[in-house]
């Protein structure tokens, strides 16, 4: 994906943003919640699908690449299990959530 940032962050920072984002899920310790739910990884040639997608049970989102891109700040690939993450993984844990937060 490319993005634009109002404001304009080096590298290192998004770097450092990803691998310490921390969510109300795992603030709560919530049963879905993976540990991490954003994972930055160096290589050149990840993510890829067959080695990243069911990362933590399919509940974790894994990012790389990250470069300077020429229209807007950067670009970079972010990948996570579509059935999972996406639906039913993410179904589940909004439940859970809400659930400890005593909406249901």
Known sequence: MSVGLSQKPSPEDLIEAWKSFSGKPQDLGLP??????????????????????NRDGGMTVTVGRLRRCPLFDYKFVALGHNTIR???????????????????
């Open 86 to 104: 996406g639906a039913a993984g993410a179904a589940i844990l909004n439940a859970e959530l809400m659930h400890r937060e005593g909406l249901l």
């Open 32 to 53: 879905s919640a993976p540990p991490r739910p954003i994972v930055y990884l160096s290589e050149v040639n990840r993510p890829q699908p067959l080695l990243d997608a």
